[in-house]
């Protein structure tokens, strides 16, 4: 078998779930309890919240838990509905983003969406014209989900910086987080959005970061959980399972990303010999860890059937869409041919990837092409 659907989530790490599993069963507490068995858990809470804060160069009090990046994503962008108010996004972000900006749009809010390149970045001369001084937000992702285009964040920053003192800097970073370097203060942003479950931690676990002074509103009405920012008893077992992921690949950050770029180069070099075959995630643009490749004369959902029949895993343009049968948006911004956004299968790579498994892959998609062509 060869999963190679690491975008759409990964395994646990070993360790985490040990960590996790120990917590569940012998660290229950609430960590707002003030008896023993609270402050245990409270300790655990801080000590997690240090780990995370430092993976990304932030304070521990920047840190709020959240129940993943559907949920930080809502929180971060609602907290700038205003009427009148106008945000500024790309055409590619993920839907928890850009359903969250429709909502927006229908509360008086004017959102411009940016186009992209071949590549899938944004144009920074088209960013900079279109902040006005109703500008409160940029909200731009670090890695795309589907193919895997790399914003480059700390270039953005000095334009929003520039043209605006109001608007503030927000990015989806869930594909990018322990995948590629990432600084908050050398990025210097105000928000950062990331999931546990895309690092080998737990799914339904994540957390917003929160530049010092800034205050999002609360989604949840209750308790006066993380700073009052997030209502609802914290899920200390899934934080120390992911703090457990965190601390296993934060050391390795770059040798990681050169060791899956060699993967991915791999692939490429497999699937090279396929007619036609439109690469949408270029090896030295793109994040090493998403491959995004169209093959016209075929269709993605059918080679992906195919190849799961075969024990390979791998997705057309995302989980959180795969149920629906329009196009990806994400392929049609980067303007490809029609056959090569038909034919399209993303191939996501992690840490724990072998060169067999990608080896594998590759010859299976290669089959899988030559059958489905022949029918
Ligand atoms: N943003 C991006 C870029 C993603 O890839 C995902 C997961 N598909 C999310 C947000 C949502 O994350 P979660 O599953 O933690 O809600």
């Known amino acids: ?82 009427e009148g108010a106008h945000i500024i996004t790309s055409a590619i972000e993920h839907p928890s983003v850009l359903r969250t900006l429709e909502y927006a749009k229908s509360q008086g809010v004017r959102v411009d969406f940016l186009g992209v390149d071949a590549l899938g970045r944004i144009d920074p001369l088209e960013l900079e014209a279109k ?49 590629l370097p990432l600084e908050v203060k050398k990025a210097d942003l105000d928000f950062l959005t990331v999931s546990a479950h895309k690092v080998h931690g737990p799914k339904g676990c994540g957390f917003v970061y929160v530049r010092k002074g800034q205050r999002p509103a609360s989604l949840l009405l209750g308790g006066e959980q993380e700073q009052g920012l997030r209502a609802g008893t914290v ?27 060699n993967l991915k180069a791999e692939l490429l070099r497999e699937l090279s010999s396929l007619e036609g075959i439109q690469v949408n995630s270029p090896l030295e643009e793109t994040s ?10 075929t269709r993605g959902e059918v080679m992906l059937h195919y190849l799961s029949d075969k024990g390979v895993y791998v997705s057309t343009g995302s989980a959180c869409t795969s149920k629906d049968t329009k196009d990806s948006h994400v392929l049609q911004a980067l303007k490809l041919p029609e056959a090569a956004i038909k034919g399209s299968i993303r191939i996501s ?24 062509r022949r029918k």
């Not at 077992?237 to 899956?260: C, K, S, T, Y």
């Open 349 to 372: 790579l992690t840490e724990t990837t072998t060169l067999d498994e990608v080896r594998h892959g590759a010859a299976m998609i290669k089959e899988a092409v030559n059958f489905l």
């Open 1 to 82: 078998e060869a999963y190679l659907d690491n975008a759409a989530t990964t395994p646990m790490h070993k360790q985490a779930v040990r960590v996790m599993a120990d917590a569940l069963e012998n660290e229950y507490g609430n960590p707002n309890s003030l008896h023993q068995v609270g402050r245990r858990a409270e300790d655990a809470l801080e000590r997690a919240r240090k780990t995370l804060a430092q993976s990304i160069g932030a304070a521990p009090g920047e840190i709020i838990f959240t129940s993943g990046a559907t949920e930080g994503n809502n929180q971060i962008l609602r907290s700038f509905i205003k």
């Open 288 to 297: 090493p860890y998403i491959l995004s490749i169209g093959i016209p004369g």
């Open 131 to 179: 902040i006005t001084k109703d500008t409160v937000l940029v909200s731009l992702m670090m890695v795309n989900n589907e193919m895997g285009a790399i914003q480059d964040l700390a270039a953005l920053a000095p334009i929003i910086r520039r043209k605006s003192r109001r608007a503030k800097f927000h990015s989806d970073a869930v594909q990018g987080y322990l995948k």
């Open 235 to 261: 899920n200390v077992p899934a934080i120390v399972g992911f703090e457990a992921a965190v601390n296993a690949l934060a050391p390795h950050v770059e040798e990681n990303a050169a060791r899956v770029k």
